[in-house]
């Protein structure tokens, strides 16, 4: 059996949304480079919707894959929505990930929040700052 | 289909025609029993014997120090045992070993600390080298064992394994080596080295998968491990593998016949890559650039992830291996890499390339062209590399 789905090899192969958006509304960066992982996020925002997704990642396979997957997840839907999208979530739409790769998907969930938060400070719009826990860079994996 | 390029040699290697044709007259035609009193039995010992005579030849050992095992691991696990038991017996409960070894001899040496034995592992430097003095000053009254591999798995330094036994034999400690990377690969000879006790495996040298060799100086008391029966002299029970092991004798008996053939072909080979591969800024040659093995590139390249970069490698066609954390299942990049002092970062964009004679030149060609492309995408999609190009994170390679 091979260490990962075909889903999981189709999106580090091929990923969608990869790059970078300069004039970017929110830009997230988690992760740790002495574990081996960090993605960046960058979102566009108009009238609450997310328009437009780019990712960079250092990271293994499953790294760039739930990198990925998470942001065509969120492309194209409103901020609320995207706020409710769960590591599990990223993880089950790439047809399973092995137990231990399953911090990549976090760290998945993890940036997209970390770029909404940034479009927010950015903004000054109020939230609930219980929304944003601080993400622990030793906790993800 | 993309061709498939396999330069992982180091994992294991395919087997070797000769070594298949010395392993079919023991599936069928000669499948006694080597303990079996009658006819069929005994032609089995006659085979198994001198199977043990040709491995004893190519190490320059007697044939009544060679034991056959499963493999390099429990080879490691029964020498490293035996000799702090007999060491322990003489009230003497300190090992000596470095802290870049396989992990069936760390493994073995964490397991004797819980058996309240003491051990100094000695720290190798910069380019995976111990030096033999680095072991004198180690070694006290109680030292029950000396073990250093002969050469590293991961970045493919030699050790000075000679002038380590020389200090040993001086002390009068028993001195073991994990020979598994060398043997077959550049020379051994277990009396020139000073060898006590040494470690193989067959499928490291185009011979079988599952088997081994320990060889214990018969001067050396071996203690068994495996229970059950008289073979192997007592000290390690079970019917012999008998296709096994005649067929990683001739393996072994070809890989000698061909040695400085075979080194001077993969030092070729190997220096090609190295020259290639250090083209791509940003990267580093792991290990000792001279006392390396002839097969052996181990590279690390800043700004990307080890296991990404393999996968595109599979992608294709090339089967290599990387240190990085994420192929290894655990949190830590290898600690092989980490003893050699890298950085966690630098050490999980690791890339291990073990060549073998029948790898060509056009394959490196191959490698050195895939290997700049794949490093060179992945640098385009991480952020690390972003950071480090901008100067907001420091090089460190």
């Known amino acids: ?141 | 289909m993309t061709k498939t390029i396999y330069v992982d040699n180091a994992a294991t290697t395919a087997m070797s025609d000769r070594a298949i044709e010395a392993m079919k007259p023991y599936l069928k035609e000669i499948y006694g029993n080597p303990s079996s009193l009658h006819g069929v039995g005994q032609r089995a010992k006659e085979e198994l014997e001198s199977a043990r005579a040709a491995v004893a030849a190519c190490l320059g050992a007697e044939r009544g120090e060679i034991y056959f095992t499963s493999g390099g691991s429990e080879a490691d696990n029964q020498a490293i045992r035996s000799a702090a038991y007999n060491g322990a017996a003489k009230g003497k409960r300190h090992l000596i070993s470095t802290n870049f070894e396989h992990h069936a001899v760390l493994h073995t040496l964490k397991k004797l600390e819980g058996e309240r034995f003491e051990v100094t592992y000695l720290p190798v430097d910069q380019n995976g080298l111990i030096t033999p003095a680095q072991v004198d000053e180690a070694i006290r009254p109680d030292t029950a064992l000396v073990t250093v591999m002969y050469a590293n798995n991961e970045v493919g330094t030699i050790l000075p394994i000679r002038d380590i036994g020389a200090v040993c034999r001086r002390r009068k400690v028993p001195f073991h080596t994990d020979a598994v990377q060398a043997v077959g690969h550049i020379p051994v000879d277990v009396v020139a080295d000073n060898i006590d006790m040494l470690s193989l495996s067959a499928h490291k040298f185009h011979g079988p998968k599952g088997v081994g060799v320990l060889y214990c100086k018969k001067s050396l008391p071996l203690r068994t491990f495996i229970e059950g029966g008289a073979q192997e002299k007592g000290k390690r029970a079970g019917t012999e593998n008998l296709a096994g092991i005649c067929s990683m004798a001739a393996a072994l008996q070809e890989a000698i016949a061909h040695l400085y053939e075979n080194m001077a072909k993969e030092e070729l080979l190997r220096d090609m890559l190295i020259d290639g591969l250090s083209i791509i800024p940003h990267s580093k040659l792991n290990g000792d650039r001279v006392k390396r093995l002839p097969g052996n590139v181990n590279m690390c390249f800043e700004g990307i992830e080890g296991e990404s970069l393999l996968l595109l490698l599979d992608q294709k066609g090339i089967c290599a291996s990387s240190g990085s954390a994420c192929t290894s299942g655990s949190l830590d990049p290898s600690h092989v890499l980490l003893a050699l002092g890298l950085k966690h970062e630098v050490a999980h964009g690791s890339l291990r390339l073990s060549l073998c004679p029948d790898n060509t030149e056009e394959e490196m060609k191959y490698i050195i062209d895939g290997v700049k492309e794949v490093v060179s995408y992945l640098r385009s999609i991480s952020p690390v590399w972003e950071e480090l190009e901008k100067g907001q994170r420091p090089h460190l390679i």
């Open chain 1, 1 to 141: 059996m091979a260490l990962y789905s075909e889903k999981v090899m189709d999106h580090f192969t091929h990923p969608r949304n990869v790059g970078k958006i300069d004039d970017a509304d929110g830009v997230g960066e988690v992760g740790n480079a002495r574990c081996g992982d960090i993605m960046k996020i960058y979102i566009k925002v108009s009238d609450g919707i997310i328009t437009d997704v780019k990712f960079n990642t250092f990271g293994c396979g499953s790294a760039i894959a739930s990198s990925s997957m998470a942001t065509e997840m969120i492309k194209g839907k409103p901020i609320s929505e995207a706020l409710t999208l769960t590591n599990k979530a990223v993880a089950e739409a790439l047809d399973g990930l092995p137990a231990h790769k399953l911090h990549c998907s976090v760290l998945a969930e993890e940036a997209i929040r970390a770029a909404i938060k940034d479009y927010y400070d950015r903004n000054g719009i109020a939230y609930d700052k219980a929304q944003f826990p601080d993400p622990h860079e030793e906790e993800h994996a």
